[in-house]
Structure formats: structure tokens, C-alpha cells
């Protein structure tokens, strides 16, 4: 449970004050606001804010004087044109901000998604909580045997048990001697900026994180994929909720073209259009590498 | 008057209908939205959306759960220490949707300011108005004889009278040719995206434009600045009004240290740190160029 | 024939002295640095720096010391795995700096491209030159009648006849005021930032582009697509041309990839997949909307 | 001493190969190439590649056709120019890649700099080293008790020595556990993308930055500072002496306006205008919170 009885007091008391305001307010968006997510064991996404909804992204496509909107149905298939024509612009005309909570090492995937906007708690001014992130044990996974960067079968037995173990025990001693390092009690207590290099990269840090619509789709592409490191999916999967509420055309649209969707290089089309004319082809006569074709025997599969 | 009845009844429509939200919501701005501010002969801006208040800068800047407001003065207090020390992500949490009608060659300058979204009115697509910019008479400046790149006097008399009649002559008949172009009458029509080659740079163009409050800042900082070309001048100016009633506090902020500031090179500073002890320095003894000192006089004047 | 001969001389005199560097060589672009390659009627694109090549790609995938190529052949294999998998980073890590000349409605277009560093010719500062774009009759294409973004037959006849008469006396007049609004013969002249709002959009102008690897790579699949505007589409492939030379794997990866490649939605893929099994598929059971299934059919076809 | 026999033959064997170019080459960036320059205790910096000099600034600023220098003193004085009157565009027509070894809390702060390309080690991929920051006696510095932000006196006695028993046994036996985690002997071992959450961030990794000489200059604006952190100013400061080689003049009117200037609010200058006149300004008198005063001081001196 990550908010504490003051934390959550506050977020009651934004939700419980509407305001009226003129500007485009997303319904399914006001449901979400403040309320935090819980997302592995410590950490949580939450709306801050938001700005626009599916209508202002039809609305800035047609550079228009009103609300946009000339019906539901040609919204939807305004948004779905653009979404399959690459037109980006229009979803850059949304943009929301989320308070996340996440430890480190996963914080350290994230801002690699440069076009966004954030803050981060500071841990040369301020002391960092006393949270780690510990796999559950399904999710103590071994490293995969076929590729590289990626995760095979869960641990089990001695080796889990040996790897929590290290992973609470070396938690919690970096922080105790943090806490010591900085203390004030009897000592001149060292620079936070230097003692917070004793912490592990499982340690909980928070930011706020501002992004627009494409940039979020871009990013949740990549880090909902089923080939995105655990730890960050289950957060943008958090994400993909909200923001199937906040826009549920465009959400509807990014399913359907990037999410579900493939891109397939010309050979590949290439062996389609044979396949589908009656040839039988094989990664040999292909033209493709045994990496590519297995690859698109997953996609045509 | 930019407006056509249809038009201002969309944007009365707009602002007939506040809808709760609990979101932050800045009043200052809400008496702008959608209202077009008129700025050069035809051109305007329009508050369309707006992401965040003062309070949402103190928020981000402390990474807080609740509204992140501990008392407005301590608010300014803090917003006040950020722009001060260069800290611009707190500025990024807050963001401003303006649409925009202004002619091309003002446009073309505006959009190097890369840090923004734009969706632009499209010439390929649509037919363009007939509406050109004919500056007023006291803007009709004569090129200045000490900056290749500025104005000088007004043109009077004569000269006056045919840059007007060239300007205004051009402009109609390029249009009119634009429109036999396209026309569709006893033609095929020229491709709309050909067409538009005829069209001189004063011509009206429309978009959104979307950016955050740092980067909105620093193309204030550098339109709204003197030495701006008057044509994009007054659309910035137009802009600075509607950000001093969103953020108050931020936009007193900037006009104190950006737009009211200046910066010292090592060589002034150490002039003036001379001049403060007695020494009566000149351009020989300052060690700047004559350009550079006659801009230092200009600050400490 | 767009070089004077001093501008000829200038590009001479660079290409004749070569200098040793330490730095990553790319042959097959050292020939083309400096020459100007004509585009349209007064266009052109040329070289003017580089950096990286296939092998720095690699290098900085690997984050090695030396020169991170194994094999030519690891290297292009690790080239097309990077590009399959939407690897941004490491194509980054090679720039380009072109110097362009092109008419103004495309440089337009072209700087909608944002992440990249751009130079223009100040009009603000100096005097452009008499150089209008003015396509060749089988470039005067009739607006779609299919599309409302595109272009249909030549036109031809009277109608060609008048469409270039226009365009040529309407450059012609406008820019004969242009140059007696600035004179400064018996008058003042007027600001050269006012002036040039009375050039039509055909004008040329110049500038120079510098961008990285991944991002022109993202310009050339919109720009050098079918369905690019011609006038934007002839640069993009010229550029091609160049980039082909450069980084020979990683643009062959790009062809394969992106220019030849098509996405798929996830409504497609299921039509591929039945259809692979022998169900006779038509628009009404793809579940497909009539436009997506007209694009489905020219990817499959 | 951070490279291997290995990595230092590879170092050599790319030195020890110049090449003829036809681009821009900078001698005093020449010398430097792919050198590692030592960092803390076991980081560097390496410059890799660059692209442009002194020269392409000007080039650029004047888009021309030829090398753009018609003296070093015009280049010089151009060059001042666009510095004071914050042109940036022509500073961005250089480039640099680095090569960069740093702690992880280093890296987490560098990488805030979002205008840059970055390729990571991958620890999902590849096993890190064993290599921790350790600071030396004089940087064990207690936090400040005047900015919670900042560093005080050293550390001494034994409060220094038990704080480095800390760092380096913490460090030590995270280590020995990471590796004992990932071991495929006798067991299964865990997946590295999970076990390098148990290192702390004093931990080296290393990347590829590029970046252009404007983003570079506002790095080391805000990096090579008085105020930044100790162990990112090292980095600062080490990347300052290769740019002052590489552009000299460039890098001379950084140092005069961005590094050794200073921004002076309009009530700061005010003031300064009060006090030429004879008048006894104090804190009270001048406008300012007694935090702007203080800085104020420090600045006029």
C-alpha cells in the first residue's frame, strides 16, 4: 500500500472539489484523476492532469473554429486515417501528466523516451524512503537460454530462495548505512548527494512525467510489447487503461494499427503475395535469415 | 474583424458551457478561452486549452502528492528561486493550446521554435482565403541605415503610396490567379498543392500551436523582445497579456529576470565592478568591442 | 545550372584539398562532398560534412573502444537486427550537414521535420534572387479527383498555357516591385523584412540542414513516398542517392525495411492469416473499412 | 587506470591511421581522438568523432557556398556576436561524440539533457564490470548546513573512515552477490536484467553521447558550474579543455558570456544604475529578498 493516511487525505480532497471550466473535459478521464494505481510492490501510477480528448485531436487536424466535432462516427474515422497514415501531429494536440512511482533501475528505461517533460525527487536534496522493489517469486526469472536479453523459466527452490535472500539482505543494509552515513546524531553526517550512491537500483524513486499522446503511444509500444523488461511493462499496461478511457478512439486506433499491427519488410511482403498465389515457401527460398523468417512465421502464423 | 457569424457562434457556443472538472483550474485564463484576440489586420490568437496553474510549477518542483501548495506567497517565493537558477522542468508542467492565424512570412519565423506541436491549415488540401497583410502606414519602415536587420523611419509621401499600391496590387492579382488556377469551371484545375506557389508571403495561414510554459518563455523572451520584427512582435505581446493572468506568479517571474534582465559577459561584469569602486571607464580601457559597449552602456544607462 | 562560377570555384577549391584525420572515413561519401546535385529548376543539394559510418553504428550499438566492426558481415547482420526491431539509437550516431536550395512552399514542408538543426538565408538581412520555380508541363498536374491531397493528369492545352503564363508574369511582377520597394536609388527604400512579403512561395531559398541518421531516415520514408509532393519528393530522392553511398548496410536495411515495408494493422494480419488457410476474403467480412481494404489490396496484391 | 592492455592497443591502432578527407578538419580536436582522459577513479571521457570547427560556425551563419572564413578576426567577431545576442542555430552545426565512463547516479543526473544521442552498456545484456566509485578523503564531504543542496566542510576521523568502510564493503558484497546471482554454475542463474538491481549507483557504466555544440555549451553552462555536483563537474571540466582545442573561438566567447557572465534581473539593474549615480543601495532598498541581495553581491563584488 503505498499512500500513506496524509497522502491519501490530500488526493480525497482533490477529487472531492469539481471546478466548472470551459475548457474540454475527457469523462472518462475524471474518474482517474489523483486516484493511484498500485503497480509491483511499492510503486503506483496516478493522472495529474490531462489536456484534451479524441474530439481535439480531430479538432486540431482540421484547424477548425469550434468543437470540431461533426459526429462520433466521422471522428473515429478521421482518427483512424491518421493513425495509419503516420500523422502524428494531431495526437501531439493531447497531453497528459502522471505522478509514477518506480524503482530506479526501471526510472532508468524509462527517461531514455526523451520527448516528455520531468521532475524528479531529488535525492541530493531530499532522503529517499525506505522501499525496494522484490520480484515476487513467479517472477524471479532465470536468464533465457535462447536470447540474450531476456528471461527463461521462474527460479525455484534454493537458488530462489538464496536470490531473495541477497536481494533483501543487501537492501537492507545499504539503506541502514545510508541512514547512518547521513545522520546528524552526534556526527557532521555525509552530503546526501554522496550517500545516495550506496543505494541499489531497486530502490523506489518518483517523478512527475508529462508527455503527449503520440510520444505516450510511442512509448507504450515499446514498453507494453511483450518484449519489454517486466518490471516496466506492468506499468505501461497501468497506462494503456487510463488512456483507454481518456481517448478511446485514438486508444481504439493504436490497438488496432501499432499495438496488434506488424511491419513487414519488402521481402516479407514479397513471400506473402507468393504464399498467397499458391507457392510454397521456406525460410531457404525466402530471401530472409533464420531470424527473420521466424519472426514472420510469428506474425503470419 | 477576423470572425465570420458562423465562426464567432461556434466560439459562443464554447463558452456557454462550463462542465465540471477536477483538474487545477487557473480563473485567470478561464475568461480568455476561445475568445480571438485581433492582431494585425486579419490575424488573431485564441487561448483553445491550457494544462496546469502557479501552483502546478510548485507541485512538479516538489514531486508532492496533494496540491503542492503550502501558501501563495511561498509559492512565488519558490517559483521565483527556479527561474532565477535556470530550472525549467518545473515551467514544462504547465501547457498552452493557442490557435493562430497570422500571415506566412511571420509563420516562417515562428516556426523555428522547434519545441512545440503544430498543426498548420493545409494549402494542399484546403483553398486559402483571400486575406493579405497590408501593414498600417506607420509601419511601413524604411530599411535602417545602422542595422541591416531593422527598421528605420516610416516612408512618407510618394514612396509611401506605391509600396502600399504594389503590395495591395500583387497580393489581388496573385489571388485571382490562384483562383483560375483551381477553378473547376470548364477546366480541370491545377493541383491545389501547385497552386499555392502564386501566393505572396503575406498571405494569412492558420494553426495550433501547442508548447509548454518554459519553451513559451523563450520564444516570448526572443519575439516579444524589441529587436523582434514588428509582425511577430504583436502577436507575442497579444500572448504575454493572456500569460499574466494564467500564471501570475511565473509571469512576473520571467518579466524580472528574462524579459527585463540582461546578461553581463566576464568583461562587463568587471567593468562594472570598477566603475563601482570610482574608475572612470571608457570603451579603450573596458577591453569590448564598440558594438559590445555601446550594448553595455544601453543596460547600465 | 544553379553555381556562378565563383560559387564554383569556391566548391573547387574545397574539393581539391584533402587533409588526414583520425576520424571514421566513408568513401563512398568523400565524392560527393561539395558538389552541388541539381534538383527542380534552380535547386539543389549538396554535402558539406558527415559523420560515422556502418561502422560507428555498430560501435556505438556495441559501446566499444576500437572500432567495433568484427566483420562486414556481423556488421550488417547486427544492422538489419537494430532496424527490424525499431533501434533508433545507434543510427544516431551518424550526422549529416547538407546545405539545400529549394522553393519556399517546400522548404515549408521540409522544416516540419523538427529534430534537426537548420541555417537559413536571413531575407530579414539580405536580398534574394530572382529565382522562382516553374514546373515543367508534365509536372502540371490537375488537382485528384480521387484525393483530395494530391495530383491527377498533366493538365494541357490553353489551360498549361495560362497556368505558366500566370505563375511566370506573377513571379516576374512581383519581383520587379520587390527589388524597386528596396531600392534605395532616389528613395529610402523599404525594409528588406517588410519587403519580402511580396514574394510568391515559388521563390527559392537556401539553407543548411543538419540532422542525424534515424531522422532522415524518418523524412526519406514520408518525403521520397509515392505520395510525397513531387516537389518535396525529387530532393528526398536525391538525397537517396547520397545516403546510399554513405552507409551502404544501413541504408540497404532501411529499403528492406521501411521504403519497401508496409504495417500491417491487426485486422490485416487476420485477413493474411485466414487467407493463407484458403478463406475466400472480401472487404465486408475484413472487418475493414472501404479505404483500409483498398490500401490491404495494394500491399497484398 | 581504466583501460586494458586490450583496449589501449585498439586506442593506438586508430591513432596511428590517419586518412584523407575532404571535410572541415579541426587540428586541435585531431590530437585528442579516441585518447581516454582519466575521471575520477576509474571514469573517462574519449572524444570519438567531430564534426565541423570555428569555420562551419560562420559558415552556417552565412549560409555560403565556400569555406565560409574570410578572416580568423571576422570569424572571431561573427562569432562574439551570435554568442551575445543568443543565435544558437549556428552553434548547432557542430557535433561531437564522446565516449564517457561514469557512476550510475552520475549518468542518472547527465542524462536530464535531453538534446543528445545516447547508446548505454546494456546490464539487460552484458555483465558490468566491478568497478564503484570510491571519492577520495578531501570529497567525503558533510552536507551543507547553509543549502540543502549542497556540500560543506570534508569529513574527518572516524566518521570518514567508517563512511568509506561502508561505500566500499557495501559496494563489495553487492557485487560478489550480483555475480553469484547471474552464475550459470551448478544452477540456473537469475536473469541479468533483474540481478543488476542489486548494484548500487556508484557503480561505472559507460555510453556513446553526441551531441551538438549548443547542447554541449549549455551542459557545460550548468555542469562545469561552481554549483553543480563534484562528480559531474570533473566530467564538465575535462570535456571544456577538448572543446577549447577544437573551437577555440567559439569556446572564448562561451567563457566570456555564458561561463564567466551572469544574468542581472531588471531590479538588479536598477540598482546598479542607482549605485553609478552615488546612491547607498542596501537590501532593503533594492527590491530584492535577501537571497537575490546575496547572489547580487556576489556578482557586482
Known amino acids: 500500500m503505498p499512500m500513506t493516511p496524509e497522502q491519501q487525505a490530500e488526493i480525497d480532497a482533490l477529487r472531492s472539489n469539481p471546478q466548472p471550466t ?44 469550434g468543437k470540431g466535432t461533426k459526429s462520433v462516427q466521422n471522428d473515429e474515422g478521421l482518427i483512424r486515417y491518421l493513425m495509419r497514415h503516420w500523422h502524428s501531429t494531431p495526437f501531439e494536440m493531447c497531453e497528459i501528466k502522471l505522478h509514477v512511482k518506480l524503482p530506479v533501475f526501471v526510472a532508468r528505461q524509462w527517461i531514455r523516451h ?29 536468464q533465457s537460454v535462447i536470447n540474450n536479453q531476456g528471461r527463461g523459466e521462474a527460479l525455484t527452490g534454493e ?8 536481494l533483501k539482505g543487501d537492501a537492507a543494509r545499504c539503506y541502514d548505512h545510508y541512514e547512518e552515513m547521513i545522520s546528524q546524531d552526534d556526527q557532521q553526517g555525509l552530503a546526501r548527494e ?17 508527455v503527449d499522446l503520440h510520444n505516450l503511444f510511442h512509448f507504450l509500444r515499446l514498453r507494453a510489447d511483450a518484449h519489454a523488461q517486466y518490471e516496466i511493462r506492468v506499468y505501461a499496461e497501468e497506462i494503456c487503461k487510463v488512456v483507454a478511457d481518456w481517448v478511446p478512439a485514438a486508444y481504439g486506433a493504436f490497438e488496432d494499427y501499432r499495438m496488434g499491427g506488424a511491419t513487414l519488410s519488402s521481402k516479407a511482403i514479397d513471400c506473402v503475395r507468393r504464399m498467397l498465389k499458391g507457392e510454397e515457401v521456406t525460410q531457404e527460398t525466402s530471401g530472409m535469415s533464420k531470424g527473420e523468417w521466424r519472426e514472420f512465421e510469428g506474425i503470419i502464423g
Chains 1, 2, 3, 4 share one sequence.
Open 159 to 166: 537458488e530462489a530462495a538464496r536470490v531473495l535472500e541477497y
Open 194 to 210: 554522496l550517500a545516495r550512491m550506496n543505494l541499489p537500483a531497486n530502490i523506489y524513486t518518483q517523478w512527475y512525467w508529462k
Open 22 to 65: 470551459l475548457r474540454a473535459v475527457a469523462e472518462g478521464m475524471e474518474k482517474h484523476l489523483y486516484t493511484a494505481y498500485d503497480v509491483l510492490d511499492h510503486g503506483f501510477i496516478r493522472v495529474i492532469d490531462y489536456m484534451g480528448d479524441d474530439a481535439a485531436i480531430c479538432q486540431a487536424a482540421r484547424v477548425s473554429y
Open 114 to 142: 526523451r520527448t516528455a517533460n520531468v521532475n524528479e525527487y531529488s535525492a541530493r536534496y531530499s532522503i529517499l524512503d525506505r522501499e525496494f522493489y522484490i520480484p515476487q517469486a513467479e517472477q524471479l526469472a532465470a
